[in-house]
T-cell receptor, first 114, second 112 residues
Framework: GAVVSQHPSRVICKSGTSVKIECRSL??????MFWYRQFPKQSLMLMAT?????????EQGVEKDKFLINHASLTLSTLTVTSAHPEDSSFYIC??????????FGPGTRLTVT | QKEVEQNSGPLSVPEGAIASLNCTYS??????FFWYRQYSGKSPELIMS????GDKEDGRFTAQLNKASQYVSLLIRDSQPSDSATYLC????????????FGGGTRLMVKP
């Protein structure tokens, strides 16, 4: 199957700093990638849809100025959490869309803001 | 009414038994259906996709789709403790473009 990587897998940062998470499709080109957030024992929550070469589409309630998404190439999308606060601590997961609308997920990034 | 519904479980089955996981969806125009497995603390992994009515088998997994009843299921034969995870049903809704709509997931526990 298709492989999606994420980096870093785990990050701890101080409140007020920014954190960048990278998502790469390793063996296929992904015109569309997605960013999710998942809190413990809760369902996946879609944050935004990232299309190569265009602006991301954010879900209702997700602040686009706080969660900056850049999809600069067919294999790379980045999510930057700006001015992170403890309530942003979560498991962030990206996915890349395949040819039949299936999504291949990266391994996730666990963010802890202290 | 949620767009994709799953019983949250836990569904407990003995090792070697068949686990049956069910999912209903509300968008009659949905065309693509997926099952994901998510271990605790990990990201979801695609295990099955199904696009037409009937059964699709892959190893110990069988996906079943009935579009008339708006129902999709996943059967796991010869369940193993390593199958213990949360299983997510996902559907492509008619109007949402590239997105998938996920159910809340069913937690499966396979007891040795």
């Amino acid at each position: 199957g298709a492989v999606v990587s994420q980096h870093p897998s785990r990050v701890i940062c101080k409140s007020g700093t920014s954190v960048k998470i990278e998502c790469r499709s390793l063996d296929f080109q992904a015109t569309t990638m997605f960013w999710y957030r998942q809190f413990p024992k809760q369902s996946l929550m879609l944050m935004a849809t990232s299309n190569e070469g265009s602006k991301a589409t954010y879900e209702q309630g997700v602040e686009k100025d706080k969660f900056l998404i850049n999809h600069a190439s067919l294999t790379l999308s980045t999510l930057t959490v700006t001015s992170a606060h403890p309530e942003d601590s979560s498991f962030y997961i990206c996915s890349a869309r395949g040819q039949n609308y299936e999504q291949y997920f990266g391994p996730g990034t666990r963010l802890t803001v202290t | 009414q949620k767009e994709v519904e799953q019983n949250s479980g836990p569904l407990s089955v003995p090792e070697g038994a068949i686990a049956s996981l069910n999912c209903t969806y509300s968008d009659r125009g949905s065309q693509s259906f997926f099952w994901y497995r998510q271990y605790s603390g990990k990201s979801p992994e695609l295990i099955m996709s199904i696009y037409s009515n009937g059964d699709k088998e892959d190893g110990r997994f069988t996906a079943q789709l009935n579009k008339a009843s708006q129902y999709v299921s996943l059967l796991i034969r010869d369940s193993q403790p390593s199958d213990s995870a949360t299983y997510l049903c996902a559907v492509t809704p008619t109007t949402a473009g590239n997105m998938l709509t996920f159910g809340g997931g069913t937690r499966l526990m396979v007891k040795p």
